[in-house]
Nanobody
Framework: QLQLVESGGGLVQPGGSLRLSCAGS????????IGWFRQAPGKEREGVLC????????AYADSVKGRFTISRDNAKNTVYLQMNSLKPEDTAVYYC????????????????????????WGQGTQVTVSS
C-alpha cells in the first residue's frame, strides 16, 4: 500500500529553520513528482514547492522563494523541504503528495503544483512559528 509519511514539524522561533521529510512506504519515489503543500487555519491549501522525478524543482508560493528549498534523495526514498528564515505566517500543517510521472517534465509538475492535483497524500505535520 502506497503511503507517504511526513516528519520534522514542530515549534520554532521566527527566523529559525526546520527540515521536513517525506518518506515513501510501499513504493519507490523515483518515478513520482512530489509536492509540498500547506494549509493554515481558515485558509485554503496552497502549493509550496514541487519537484519532478528527475529533480527539477519549482517554487509555487512566492512567499517562500529564497527561503525554502526542496530536494530528494532517492536512495533514502525521501523528499525534503528545507525551511529557513521562518516567519509566523509560515505556520500551517504541511503535507507532502505524490503523483506518478511517466516522463519528467517540470512544466507539467508546475501545473500540478498550482492546483494540487496529486493522487497520494500524507497525513501532514504541524509547523508553528512563534516566539
Amino acid at each position: 500500500q502506497l503511503q507517504l509519511v511526513e516528519s520534522g514539524g514542530g515549534l520554532v522561533q521566527p527566523g529559525g529553520s526546520l527540515r521536513l521529510s517525506c518518506a515513501g512506504s510501499g513504493f519507490t519515489l523515483d518515478d513520482y513528482a512530489i509536492g509540498w503543500f500547506r494549509q493554515a487555519p481558515g485558509k485554503e491549501r496552497e502549493g509550496v514547492l514541487c519537484i519532478s522525478s528527475s529533480g527539477g524543482s519549482t517554487a509555487y508560493a512566492d512567499s517562500v522563494k529564497g527561503r525554502f528549498t526542496i530536494s530528494r534523495d532517492n536512495a533514502k526514498n525521501t523528499v525534503y523541504l528545507q525551511m529557513n528564515s521562518l516567519k509566523p505566517e509560515d505556520t500551517a500543517v504541511y503535507y507532502c503528495a505524490a503523483e506518478p510521472e511517466s516522463i519528467p517534465d517540470i512544466t507539467i509538475v508546475q501545473a500540478l503544483c498550482a492546483v494540487g492535483d496529486f493522487g497520494s497524500w500524507g497525513q501532514g505535520t504541524q509547523v508553528t512559528v512563534s516566539s
